[in-house]
Nanobody
Framework: VQLVESGGGLAQPGGSLRLSCVAS????????MSWVRQAPGKGLEWMSG????????GSVDSVKSRFTISRDDAKNTLYLQMNSLEPSDTALYYC?????????WGQGTQVTVSA
């Protein structure tokens, strides 16, 4: 199993980024997936999940209405569209397999929001 995130970088407050996570080594379409982040000096924060059916879970309040999770099973890819970015969104962003519990994680992609 391998999960590889990309799309992070430096963004200005109010800007947007789209993260991608390419999965391999398992049947991606059969699994629910999540995005989790870790801000500097803080613990892991689960943000949002998506089931194999394409149905999405709720999102944590900190990203609700700003971040959207989606998937493209034909491309074995998970996405996170991030809009209206805030400095507090600065973190290492991980994709992970599973929602209630995550058994595989990517290496993370850094997102920094700063003017």
């Amino acid at each position: 199993v391998q999960l590889v995130e990309s799309g992070g970088g430096l963004a200005q407050p109010g800007g947007s980024l789209r993260l991608s996570c390419v999965a391999s080594g398992f049947t991606f379409s059969n699994y629910a997936m999540s995005w989790v982040r870790q801000a500097p000096g803080k613990g892991l924060e689960w943000m949002s999940g998506i089931y194999s059916s394409g149905s999405v879970t709720g999102s944590v309040d900190s990203v609700k209405s700003r971040f959207t999770i989606s998937r493209d099973d034909a491309k074995n890819t998970l996405y996170l569209q991030m809009n209206s970015l805030e400095p507090s969104d600065t973190a290492l962003y991980y994709c992970a397999r599973g929602i209630i519990a995550q058994d595989y994680w990517g290496q993370g992609t850094q997102v920094t929001v700063s003017a």
